[in-house]
């Protein structure tokens, strides 16, 4: 029992720490622009992310039982891939780099659950189908694939948006542009918010779904006091409490900031005008919101990032800083294998204290 409650306590660290980590995701060119404040915009962010964070479960499940086998997941793997999640995350938040935290999660619970199968692959649902009118589930299909593939789109279709409201807009005044996008900068930065809570919170309403699941099937709450019963869940579900914690809590993460991965994002890899925040953001919201739907836990950091980039390039190659963006990508490259290893690590030490 009280591990069940440590861990949910982990879990709620991992989501507060995921609001702040990727605050910059949706606000980070709309402060570059100055169409706000940082504060105005961090707070704008917490309201969307909270009201998106209510919205659907369909994340959630696909973390919480898509994509490694449950029998091998107990509380210490769940532990350790959060511990995981969270260890690299502030590291990379140290160093300014946004990483992704849905990848860093990812990695851990994978690497967790791989050592306690005693390294059998197979615990790991690679691609598998539901059924010939339901799609693939599975680490490819679900989380490989859409990394591989959102970058590339928000690269190409943030170019494509940015290329089109060029030559709409290229007979107004400079600075007609400049208000006229300042202001509906602030619709794609709400939107841009709302998408990230519908994906980015709903990774740890999955892990504290999977949490009380194992814990009920495995009679860890045979005794729990009445008042503590709606902890009970004899089948995996995403109940409303769960909902609303993630939602504050990310909200609360969002509001605490990110400002190194802002500087990073919104002011050094490449210099934005409203016109450019607000296809950038609207590329990636339309990207994110899709994949929410979707079920996919994608990396709202790459998205928006990518994003940044073809929105960037339109002004000229050279505009973006390809070091930094080298850096970023080796980030992201980098994110599944290492917090798998530290997941891996971590749950085998605690498997072999107790023996």
């Known amino acids: 029992m009280g591990l069940v409650l440590c861990i949910l306590a982990v879990a709620l660290v991992f989501e507060f720490i995921n609001g702040f980590h990727d605050t910059a995701n949706a606000i980070a060119t709309t402060i570059a622009t100055k169409a706000l404040t940082p504060r105005q915009a961090i707070v704008m962010s917490a309201v969307f992310n909270l009201i998106g964070a209510l919205v659907g479960t369909a994340v959630a499940t696909t973390i919480g039982t898509g994509l490694v086998d449950v029998r091998y997941v107990t509380s210490q793997v769940i532990l350790c891939a959060l511990m995981s999640g969270i260890i690299w995350n502030l590291l990379t938040w140290w160093l300014g780099l946004p990483s992704s935290s849905s990848h860093a999660l990812i990695g851990g619970l994978c690497g967790a659950a791989l050592a306690a199968a005693g390294g059998r692959w197979s615990v790991i649902r690679w691609a598998v189908s539901s059924g010939a009118n339901h799609p693939m589930e599975g680490l490819w299909p679900k989380v490989l694939k859409p990394m591989i593939l959102s970058p590339a789109c928000g690269i190409l279709i943030g170019f494509l948006v940015m290329g089109f409201l060029l030559a709409l807009f290229h007979r107004l005044r400079p600075n007609t542009v400049r208000i006229v996008f300042g202001r509906l900068q602030l619709l794609s930065a709400a939107w841009m918010s709302f998408s990230h809570g519908t994906n980015d919170a709903q990774k740890t309403m999955g892990i504290i779904a999977l949490t009380l699941f194992t814990a009920t099937s495995s009679a860890a709450f045979d005794h729990l006091p009445g008042w503590l019963g709606f902890l009970r869940a004899p089948e995996f579900k995403v109940y409303v409490w769960i909902k609303v914690i ?76 390809w070091t930094l963006v080298e850096r970023m990508v080796w980030a992201w490259i980098m994110t599944l294998p290492i917090t798998a290893g530290i997941g891996y690590l971590l749950t085998s030490v605690v498997l072999w204290l107790q023996r």
């Open 246 to 321: 993630c939602a504050v809590t990310m909200a609360a993460g969002t509001a605490a900031g990110g400002y190194r991965i802002i500087s990073t994002m919104g002011r050094k890899m490449v210099r934005l005008q409203p016109i450019h925040g607000f296809a950038a953001q609207t590329t990636a919201a339309g990207i994110i919101h899709l994949a929410s739907h979707w079920g996919m836990p994608l990396s709202t950091t790459h998205v928006i990032s990518s994003s940044i980039m073809g929105a960037g390039a339109t002004r000229r190659l050279s505009a973006v800083k």
